[in-house]
């Protein structure tokens, strides 16, 4: 569904809007979208079909610049492909993986996702999730680019906000208190808390009935600051707080992307 609005956003733009600029420094419409055809490649490459042809293991620590330097060279070399195929690339591979992901036992370990379970394989549904959520966010981008607003229904955004919010115990971690409930208005009208136990904090959707802190904000709010699209400092002023001001900056200091 998300990918069936991005291509039909895709199918209405002229020439001079695949050269717009977009929220990522130095990237056009056309290379977000370049950039999308090859997280579909990657994917397909390495998890359906494991070929590990290319890939350089690093840690975490590393990953950013490494993939940053690997999506910058996809992007330059596919500037020579027009729209219509690029359009095609989408269309064509987009559902090839969509069935290998069905084909997943999502309770299976699968990659790392950094920003929530660091160091060890994440459950392959989070894996999954991950990925949705940059092919959603970029959709929002090239969205943004071209005034066109939209693919912003509960139904496609759901799970975005669920996502982005397991970041909630990596950005708690030393933080002194027990509880932190975050609800995310209309059209997701649903809150997550985080507790902290013996082991450290988790997450789970729902509220607590007396937090340390609730916090009450946009999910367009919640995504930019998850992506560095805004500041925690510019989510703090669009954030209702009520409780512990220390642990709600804590909280919306969480990233939810690789950096």
Not at 18 to 31: I, K, L, M, Q, Y
Not at 180 to 186: D, E, G, P
Request: hydrophobic fraction near 45%; include cysteine; aromatic fraction near 8%.
């Amino acid at each position: 569904m998300e990918r069936a609005e991005l291509l039909a956003l895709l199918g209405t733009l002229d020439e001079d809007a695949w050269h717009a600029p977009t929220p990522c420094p130095g990237w056009s419409v056309h290379d977000l979208v370049a950039h999308v055809v090859h997280d579909y490649l990657r994917r397909l490459s390495g998890g359906r079909d494991g070929w590990t042809g290319g890939w350089i293991p690093v840690p975490d620590a590393e990953l950013g610049p490494v993939l940053n330097r690997a999506n910058d060279e996809f992007v330059a070399a596919a500037r020579g492909l027009s729209p219509r195929v690029l359009i095609g690339l989408l269309a064509g591979f987009g559902p090839q993986l969509d069935q290998y992901w069905a084909s997943c036992d999502l309770e299976a370990p699968g990659l790392t996702v950094s920003w929530a379970v660091p160091d060890v394989p994440a459950p392959t549904w989070l894996d999954i999730a991950r990925e949705y959520t940059e092919f959603w966010v970029h959709q929002q981008q090239i969205r943004a680019a071209v005034g066109r607003p939209g693919a912003d229904s509960r139904r496609l955004m759901h799970p975005v906000v669920d996502a982005f919010l397991r970041a909630l115990p990596r950005a708690l971690d030393g933080a002194a208190g027990s509880s932190v409930t975050v609800f995310v208005t209309a059209p997701i009208d649903e809150a997550w808390t985080a507790r902290r136990n013996s082991e450290g904090w988790s997450v789970r959707p729902g509220p607590d009935a007396s937090p340390d802190v609730r916090l009450e904000l946009a999910p367009d709010t919640l995504w930019q600051v998850a992506t560095r699209g805004i500041e925690p400092a510019d989510a703090r002023e669009r954030t209702k707080v009520d409780g512990e001001e220390s642990l709600a900056a804590a909280a919306l200091g969480l990233v939810s992307i690789v950096r």
